[in-house]
C-alpha cells in the first residue's frame, strides 16, 4: 500500500490536556516575580529602618558624662599603670548612687546632694573566663584625696567614709579613692540610680530570691513571708537597701544581699527566657540604657553590648561576688577599717589578673583577721600587715609576692535557699 504523502498543513492546537503557553504566560510569571522581589525590598528596607530606630533610640538614652572624662584625663599621672600580665583585663566601678533628685525624690532626703549607697568594684579577666565583683564598704574609712567639687573649688584630702568621695567630687573622686586604696586602674564606670534599678528588674519580669525569714518592714516597703520570692521593682529596691531591719542591721549583711541579688538578676538575664525573647529583651534594652550614666568608653549600646557579651560568655560557677575583707573601726564601731593582709592580697591579685577562690560565708566568722593581723594590731605606715597611718591600704612593693587567700564569698551560680 503506498504512503500517504499528502502535505498536512500545521495547526496552533494543542493536544488534548496539554498546558497552554504563548506570550502571555511569560509576562505574567515575570510581572509575579517583580511584585515577590519589590515586596521583599521594601520588607528588608523597613526592617532595616526600624533596627536603626530603635539602636538610635537605645544608644541616645544612655549619659556620657564627659566631665568626668576630661577630669580624669588632667590627673592622668597620678593614676596607676596596669600590670604587665593584666593588659587585656578590665576593671569597672558600678556605683549606685542615692540621688534624691528627678525621679527619686520621693524617697525623700535632701535634694542636690548624693553618696554612693553601693560600690562594687568589676574585674574581667584578660580571657574573660571569669569574673570578680568586689564590693567596697560605703562606711570604710579610707583616705580620699583632694577632689574638684561641683563648683569648681577643690576639696582636702583626708581619711572619712568611703560613700563621701562620690558626695565630695563626684565619679572622679570615687575613681581616684579607690584607685588609690587598691592599685588598680579603673577602665570604665557606670552610675545606676533608684529609678533605673526598679525599671531593669521589672523589665525581665522580676528576680527570684531567697528569704530565710519573714520580712515586715513598712519603710522599706516589704511584707515577705520566708522562701523563695520573686521581687519586682519596689520590691527589689527595699530588698538591697534595708538595712536596720533586716538581719543584724550591718551593712556587711545588706552587701550580701545586694551580691545575692546580683547573682539571682545574672542568671535570670542569661536564661533563654530573656535574650531570646524579644517580648522582655527589648525593655530590658530600654531600661538598662535609659538608666545608666557612664564614661565616654562605655556609653554607647556598641560598647554595653560588648561588655554583655563578654559577662554572658563567662559560666555563672566563675563569677564571683565577695566583700573587701572588712571589721568595725577601732575608733568608731559605726564605722568600717579594711583587715590586713586579706585586703592587699585581694587587690594584688586582682591586679595581676588572678582568680579569686572563694567559700560560702557561713563556713566562717565574718571578716575575721588571719592569725598575726588581730583586730586591735596597729601596724606601721606602708606596712603590708595593716592599714597604713591615713587610711589608705598598704601596697606591696612586689605584688607577686603576696600569695591569695580563699575569702567569704560566693559564685553566681550560687542558690540562696540551698544549704551550704
Given at each position: 500500500?503506498?504512503?500517504?504523502?499528502?502535505?498536512?498543513?500545521?495547526?496552533?492546537?494543542?493536544?488534548?490536556?496539554?498546558?497552554?503557553?504563548?506570550?502571555?504566560?511569560?509576562?505574567?510569571?515575570?510581572?509575579?516575580?517583580?511584585?515577590?522581589?519589590?515586596?521583599?525590598?521594601?520588607?528588608?528596607?523597613?526592617?532595616?529602618?526600624?533596627?536603626?530606630?530603635?539602636?538610635?533610640?537605645?544608644?541616645?538614652?544612655?549619659?556620657?558624662?564627659?566631665?568626668?572624662?576630661?577630669?580624669?584625663?588632667?590627673?592622668?599621672?597620678?593614676?596607676?599603670?596596669?600590670?604587665?600580665?593584666?593588659?587585656?583585663?578590665?576593671?569597672?566601678?558600678?556605683?549606685?548612687?542615692?540621688?534624691?533628685?528627678?525621679?527619686?525624690?520621693?524617697?525623700?532626703?535632701?535634694?542636690?546632694?548624693?553618696?554612693?549607697?553601693?560600690?562594687?568594684?568589676?574585674?574581667?579577666a584578660?580571657?574573660?573566663?571569669?569574673?570578680?565583683?568586689?564590693?567596697?564598704?560605703?562606711?570604710?574609712?579610707?583616705?580620699?584625696?583632694?577632689c574638684?567639687?561641683?563648683?569648681?573649688?577643690?576639696?582636702?584630702?583626708?581619711?572619712?567614709?568611703?560613700?563621701?568621695?562620690?558626695?565630695?567630687?563626684?565619679?572622679?573622686?570615687?575613681?581616684?579613692?579607690?584607685?588609690?586604696?587598691?592599685?588598680?586602674?579603673?577602665?570604665?564606670?557606670?552610675?545606676?540610680?533608684?529609678?533605673?534599678?526598679?525599671?531593669?528588674?521589672?523589665?525581665?519580669?522580676?528576680?527570684?530570691?531567697?528569704?530565710?525569714?519573714?520580712?515586715?518592714?513598712?519603710?522599706?516597703?516589704?511584707?515577705?513571708?520566708?522562701?523563695?520570692?520573686?521581687?519586682?521593682?519596689?520590691?527589689?529596691?527595699?530588698?538591697?537597701?534595708?538595712?536596720?531591719?533586716?538581719?543584724?542591721?550591718?551593712?556587711?549583711q545588706?552587701?550580701?544581699?545586694?551580691?545575692?541579688?546580683?547573682?539571682?538578676?545574672?542568671?535570670?538575664?542569661?536564661?533563654?527566657?530573656?535574650?531570646?525573647n524579644?517580648?522582655?529583651?527589648?525593655?530590658?534594652?530600654?531600661?538598662?540604657?535609659?538608666?545608666?550614666?557612664?564614661?565616654?568608653?562605655?556609653?554607647?549600646?556598641?560598647?554595653l553590648?560588648?561588655?554583655?557579651?563578654?559577662?554572658?560568655?563567662?559560666?555563672?560557677?566563675?563569677?564571683?561576688?565577695?566583700?573587701a575583707?572588712?571589721?568595725?573601726?577601732?575608733?568608731?564601731?559605726d564605722?568600717?577599717?579594711?583587715?590586713?593582709?586579706?585586703?592587699?592580697?585581694?587587690?594584688?591579685?586582682?591586679?595581676?589578673?588572678?582568680?579569686?577562690?572563694?567559700?560560702?560565708?557561713?563556713?566562717?566568722?565574718?571578716?575575721?583577721?588571719?592569725?598575726?593581723?588581730?583586730?586591735?594590731?596597729?601596724?606601721?605606715?606602708?606596712?603590708?600587715?595593716?592599714?597604713?597611718?591615713?587610711?589608705?591600704?598598704?601596697?606591696?612593693?612586689?605584688?607577686?609576692?603576696?600569695?591569695?587567700?580563699?575569702?567569704?564569698?560566693?559564685?553566681?551560680?550560687?542558690?540562696?535557699?540551698a544549704?551550704?
Amino acid at each position: 500500500m503506498a504512503e500517504d504523502d499528502t502535505a498536512h498543513p500545521p495547526t496552533d492546537t494543542p493536544p488534548p490536556g496539554a498546558p497552554a503557553s504563548g506570550p502571555g504566560r511569560p509576562r505574567r510569571r515575570r510581572r509575579w516575580l517583580m511584585i515577590t522581589a519589590g515586596v521583599v525590598a521594601f520588607l528588608l528596607v523597613a526592617i532595616g529602618a526600624l533596627l536603626w530606630i530603635a539602636y538610635r533610640k537605645l544608644d541616645d538614652n544612655i549619659q556620657t558624662d564627659s566631665a568626668t572624662d576630661r577630669l580624669l584625663a588632667r590627673l592622668e599621672a597620678e593614676r596607676p599603670s596596669r600590670t604587665a600580665g593584666a593588659k587585656g583585663a578590665e576593671n569597672i566601678l558600678l556605683i549606685g548612687s542615692d540621688d534624691r533628685s528627678g525621679s527619686n525624690a520621693t524617697y525623700g532626703g535632701e535634694q542636690g546632694t548624693q553618696r554612693s549607697d553601693t560600690t562594687i568594684l568589676l574585674h574581667l579577666a584578660t580571657d574573660r573566663k571569669h569574673a570578680t565583683a568586689v564590693s567596697i564598704p560605703r562606711d570604710v574609712m579610707v583616705s580620699v584625696p583632694a577632689c574638684e567639687k561641683p563648683d569648681g573649688t577643690r576639696s582636702r584630702a583626708g581619711l572619712m567614709q568611703f560613700n563621701w568621695a562620690f558626695e565630695t567630687g563626684g565619679p572622679a573622686c570615687s575613681i581616684r579613692t579607690v584607685e588609690q586604696l587598691s592599685g588598680i586602674r579603673i577602665d570604665h564606670y557606670v552610675i545606676l540610680d533608684f529609678h533605673g534599678f526598679k525599671s531593669m528588674v521589672d523589665a525581665i519580669g522580676g528576680v527570684e530570691v531567697c528569704v530565710p525569714q519573714p520580712i515586715h518592714d513598712k519603710d522599706a516597703k516589704l511584707d515577705l513571708p520566708a522562701g523563695r520570692q520573686t521581687l519586682h521593682g519596689e520590691q527589689a529596691l527595699g530588698y538591697v537597701r534595708a538595712r536596720e531591719s533586716l538581719g543584724d542591721g550591718s551593712d556587711t549583711q545588706r552587701m550580701g544581699r545586694q551580691q545575692q541579688f546580683l547573682a539571682a538578676l545574672i542568671r535570670k538575664v542569661q536564661s533563654q527566657g530573656v535574650l531570646l525573647n524579644p517580648a522582655r529583651l527589648w525593655p530590658l534594652l530600654d531600661a538598662a540604657t535609659s538608666s545608666v550614666k557612664a564614661d565616654g568608653g562605655l556609653s554607647s549600646l556598641g560598647a554595653l553590648y560588648d561588655l554583655t557579651q563578654d559577662l554572658r560568655g563567662i559560666p555563672s560557677a566563675d563569677v564571683v561576688f565577695l566583700t573587701a575583707p572588712r571589721r568595725p573601726y577601732r575608733y568608731d564601731s559605726d564605722r568600717d577599717e579594711f583587715v590586713q593582709p586579706q585586703t592587699t592580697q585581694l587587690f594584688t591579685a586582682l591586679r595581676d589578673d588572678r582568680p579569686i577562690a572563694v567559700r560560702p560565708p557561713a563556713s566562717a566568722a565574718s571578716s575575721a583577721p588571719s592569725p598575726g593581723a588581730a583586730a586591735g594590731a596597729t601596724p606601721g605606715p606602708g606596712s603590708a600587715t595593716g592599714p597604713a597611718s591615713d587610711g589608705a591600704v598598704a601596697l606591696p612593693a612586689s605584688p607577686s609576692a603576696v600569695a591569695s587567700p580563699t575569702f567569704e564569698g560566693r559564685t553566681a551560680d550560687t542558690d540562696a535557699c540551698a544549704p551550704h
